[in-house]
Structures are given as C-alpha cells and as structure tokens.
C-alpha cells in the first residue's frame, strides 16, 4: 500500500475464502493499528449477546454461502475472531450510528450519469483500495473496498454492466433478517437491475440502505431504499441528490437518525440541481461543493461531527455498449484511476 495517503489498486482471484483471506491481508496492518482500538469498533462488538446476531449468522450461512466464506476468509487474513469481524460487517444492522455516510448524484438521461462520494472513516485515507475481484463460480466485478469489510457496500461496476453505488441509512427499526452489507454484496452477482431488486425486496433484511443502480445498455437510473421492513424502488425521471437518508416519499413512516451532515448536504445538493448549470453536466462540481460550512458535500474536515471524510469519487457514464467511468482520491486533480470500458484501470 502507497505510504502518500493514496488510493490502492488489487486484484484478486480464487473461491470464496480466498478472495475473503486475501481481502483481510490487504487491511490487516490498519485494522489492528487503527479499526480495534477505536470507538466505533468497540460500539459494534458491544453487540454481542444481542438474539439477532445469531439469527443473521444462520441467515447468512444457509441463503448466501459463498459470501459466509468470504467472511470465514476475512477473519482469517485479518487475524481477527470470525465472531468480530462478522459483527463488524453487520454493523449497520446493529448499531444506528456506524461510521458511513456517501452522496449520490443521479442524473438519468440517454446515456446515465452517476456520481458518488465514498465517505468514510478518515483513518482509512490510503488504506483503501479499487479493487479487481475474480471469484471462482461469481462474478467479476471492481469495488471500492475498506480494510475488514467484504464488498458490496460502496461503489462497484459488474462484468455483467451493473453499476452500484449505496448510501448509510442510520434506521431506527432495525430486526432480525439478512445483514445489509451481505445483501448489498449478493447483489454484485445479479446479471441485471430487476434481478437486484427482486433479491432486495424478496430478501428478509436486518437493516436499511439506499442504492442507485444502473447498467450497460439499460436507459434506467433506479434508486432503492429499504429498511428492515419496507423497500422502495423508483425510476428515476429527473436529476436528484441523495445524502444517506431516507427521501423516498412511499418511506415517509420510517424511522431514522438524520444527521446534520446528511441534512445539510441533501439540501445543498438539491439546491444546485434546482439552480441547473454546471452541476447537470458534471456531477463533481455538486460532489466537490464545500460552500456551506462546517457540513459541506465534500467532506474533509478532521473535525466532521459524523467522523467522515471523502475518501473517493466516482463518476460513471453508463451507454449502451460501455460504461466509462473514473475514481478520484482527491478533489480537483485528474483521476487517480480511469476506466474506459472495462473493469481495470487503464490509467
């Protein structure tokens, strides 16, 4: 990993464990320098005796083996307890406060324009990755990964044309049922967007997140927000931001913590969609906006109140043959990675 507080770049191949070892190799060194000590892991492992833990452990052995070997792999490459780390990727369906936030600019049309802040713990800068995942008998994809987690749960582009990317929804009716990062990385095998929203609204859910997806050859933008007991799917018609909380009208009853980021940021994003301009034809401006202080969009400040920072942006153009799409680790720079049409970077 490149000591300059860059993004990574990793590929990996294999069955489902090891592309799981491999994973927990990659962030191992920063998880027991940085993950074990802090607050937030602490906050999730306290967990540990709640019934619905092991009613997701069963869950997610019996409906989605591959990704139960994954985890078993995780634990493995990490040195961890399996215990742990699978308490850790549930952490959205435990705990309403887990450190992961994200905006989203959609904006539908001919060719689909999708744009996505990764915002996250900012002790992870230069610890993540962008990365190449061949698993035996799945499908290939590339991700944005985080030290200790599978993926499936940020932004990722399938061999199939797929394009995901999730925002946190900090759910207040959290229950037992399938973690959300577990269904979040099932959905990575789906060969389509309606197959993606059958496993979403048929799958009994823990928690709550909310997905743009979108694919190669397909015109549509869809937006998905479930929780553990409602799922709602929408085409999109029109350009919209989405801060990680609920906006969809038909989840209008849910409960959930929105915090003064997320609020801030939904209104500032919907602001200058509404104002038109540069925004419409290049989603970084919106994704890069810091105009409104001390909660702006772009999130860089050691002093965030959610202990967030942006740690990439991704920007996809979805056509009918290819999708072209570019991640960058830093605001205002050329890509650190470019994707023209394929799942490697070719710059």
């Not at 191992?28 to 937030?40: E, F, N, S, T, Y």
């Not at 906006?247 to 602001?271: F, Y």
């Not at 205002?332 to 049409?341: H, K, L, S």
Request: charged share 20%; glycine share 10%.
């Amino acid at each position: 990993m490149s000591t300059d507080n860059r993004l990574g770049y990793i590929e990996i191949a294999g069955m489902p464990r090891e592309i799981g070892l491999q994973l927990g190799r990659f962030g191992r060194d920063i998880a027991h320098r940085h993950l074990v000590h802090g607050h937030a892991w602490a906050s999730v492992l306290a967990f540990r005796a709640d019934p619905r833990v092991a009613a997701m452990r069963r869950m997610v052995e019996a409906r989605f083996p591959a990704c139960w070997a994954e985890l078993q792999g995780l634990a493995l490459g990490l040195d961890l307890p399996f215990d742990d780390v699978f308490l850790w990727n549930c952490r959205g369906d435990l705990w309403a406060f887990a450190p992961d936030g994200c905006t989203t600019v959609q904006i539908p049309g001919a060719e689909p324009l999708l744009a996505h802040n990764e915002d996250g713990d900012p002790g992870f800068r230069g610890h993540c990755a962008l990365a190449h995942i061949r698993p035996e008998g799945g499908t290939a994809f590339t991700s944005f990964v985080y030290p200790a987690s599978i993926p499936g749960h940020t932004f990722a582009v399938t061999a199939t044309g797929l394009v995901q990317t999730v925002n946190n929804i900090r759910s207040r009716g959290v229950g037992a049922g399938l973690p959300r990062m577990v269904l979040g990385r099932a959905l990575l095998d789906c060969p389509s967007i309606d197959a993606a929203i059958h496993l979403l609204e048929r799958s009994e859910r823990a928690g709550a997140f909310h997905m743009t997806l979108g694919q190669r050859g397909d015109p549509r933008l869809v937006g998905v927000e479930f929780t553990h007991e409602h799922c709602s799917t929408v085409t999109l018609d029109r350009p919209q931001c989405h801060a990680n909380h609920l906006v969809h009208a038909g989840m209008a009853g849910e409960r959930q913590v929105i915090t003064g980021s997320s609020r801030s940021r939904q209104q500032r994003g919907d602001q200058i969609i509404a104002e038109g301009g540069e925004g419409l034809r290049d989603p970084r401006a919106i994704l890069w906006d810091k105009a409104v202080a001390p909660l702006p969009i772009y999130r860089a400040q050691p002093d965030d109140p959610d202990h967030e920072n942006t740690l990439a942006t991704a920007v996809f153009h979805i056509g009918a043959n290819a999708i072209r799409w570019q991640v960058h680790d830093r605001p205002e720079e050329t890509p650190r990675f470019v994707m023209d049409g394929t799942l490697k970077p070719v710059s």
